[in-house]
């Protein structure tokens, strides 16, 4: 008896043609060997809670499969996949306030990180905690994923032309905390 | 003002291939030192590396990730509801025109056989006394009690079938 007989949703699923999936079982696990850490890290570290980061990357890959093959090989996969996890995340911060992104208080976005001292290297640096999300998430692509401008307006859904001012004032905040910080 | 530096790619290129800064010129760390540019880009770029470093180690460590073939297959059923629902729609809508036909068939039948239920109503002996008051009802209201009710149970109706789906 196959497993699937035992449950009649999918038995009688089988006679309703679905779209063709992203990848087979074992193309996608070998996708999700080579970016499961990099998303996690990423969603991770703009978040500062882990357990967030957890469920956001489950729920990234699990669109990323509903939504079929973006095409452009494996960069595109990824960057793909990197932005329908920054959507997610996005979607998580307006749901909890009615504030837009940019105008969240950095520390509201990373009271969950301020208060522990055992989840230390998962959560946020002092620095990065005391960033706007956007601008960590800005900052966490440029030079921790290495994007172009391109790219993270792509992956962020900002116009291209204002992410270099974007990212020129997030470097110059980051760059001072950090020395002030030293 | 935003400024670029002309060695900006080169400190960039050997911070993400890891050469930083053992393995690059001399000349460039000595630039490095002296552009407020690049600097920036060293201190933030190295500092968010280690960021990443720690969080991959705690991902691999501490974090319990699901397995690919579990996230595959729930990938799957997604897709198998979806399609699912997609193929259910038109029948859902032959149900509700069929239930608005049956409604609409109902009142048209009644409609035109109005006199000889009031008449046939009125026959009754005056023992009964709940169609009497209902016969003297319906002189005084006409059709209204009777196409409420029928608009109520339609009404009703399309909520029990709303609720009854299996997304709800």
């Known amino acids: 008896m196959n497993w699937e007989d035992s449950i009649p949703a999918i038995a009688i699923a089988h006679a309703v043609p679905a779209a063709e999936p992203a990848m087979d079982s074992d193309q996608f696990a070998a996708f999700y060997e080579r970016t499961s850490r990099q998303?996690?890290?990423?969603?991770?570290?703009?978040?500062?809670?882990?357990?967030?980061?957890?469920?956001?990357?489950?729920?990234?890959?699990?669109?990323f499969l509903g939504a079929?093959?973006?095409?452009?090989?494996?960069?595109?996969?990824?960057?793909?996949?990197?932005?329908?996890?920054?959507?997610?995340?996005?979607?998580?911060?307006?749901?909890?306030?009615?504030?837009?992104?940019?105008?969240?208080?950095?520390?509201?976005?990373?009271?969950?990180?301020?208060?522990?001292?055992?989840?230390?290297?998962?959560?946020?640096?002092?620095?990065?905690?005391?960033?706007?999300?956007?601008?960590?998430?800005l900052l966490w692509l440029a030079h921790a994923e290495n994007y172009s401008h391109r790219e993270i307006a792509e992956i962020t859904g900002l116009a291209t032309p204002s992410i270099r001012l974007l990212l020129f004032r997030a470097r110059r905040q980051m760059a001072k905390l950090l020395k002030e910080g030293a | 003002m935003i400024r670029n530096c002309s060695q900006l790619a080169e400190v960039r290129q050997a911070l993400n291939s890891g050469h930083w800064p053992q393995a690059v010129a001399p000349e460039l760390r000595a630039h490095a030192a002296g552009c407020n540019r690049c600097t920036q880009e060293i201190l933030i770029t190295q500092h968010l590396f280690a960021a990443k470093a720690s969080a991959i180690t705690a991902f691999q460590t501490e974090a319990l990730p699901p397995a690919p073939a579990l996230l595959w297959w729930r990938a799957q059923l997604c897709r198998r509801d979806s399609a699912l629902a997609q193929a259910a729609r038109p029948i859902a809508a032959a149900q509700l025109f069929a239930i608005a036909i049956t409604i609409a068939a109902a009142i048209g039948l009644i409609a035109t056989h109005w006199g000889s239920i009031v008449s046939h109503a009125s026959n009754i002996p005056a023992p009964s006394f709940s169609a009497s008051a209902f016969v003297a009802l319906l002189g005084n209201w006409g059709l209204a009690p009777l196409v409420l009710a029928t608009t109520l149970v339609a009404a009703l109706g399309g909520v029990a079938l709303y609720l009854s789906t299996d997304r709800h």
């Open chain 1, 39 to 63: 998303l996690w890290a990423y969603l991770a570290r703009t978040s500062g809670d882990p357990a967030l980061a957890d469920d956001l990357m489950q729920e990234s890959y699990i669109r």
């Open chain 1, 68 to 137: 079929g093959y973006p095409g452009g090989g494996d960069v595109a996969s990824r960057s793909y996949l990197f932005r329908i996890g920054t959507n997610l995340l996005r979607d998580h911060w307006r749901r909890k306030r009615t504030v837009p992104l940019e105008d969240l208080p950095p520390e509201r976005s990373a009271a969950r990180d301020l208060s522990g001292q055992t989840e230390s290297r998962l959560t946020l640096t002092p620095a990065l905690a005391r960033l706007r999300p956007r601008d960590r998430q």
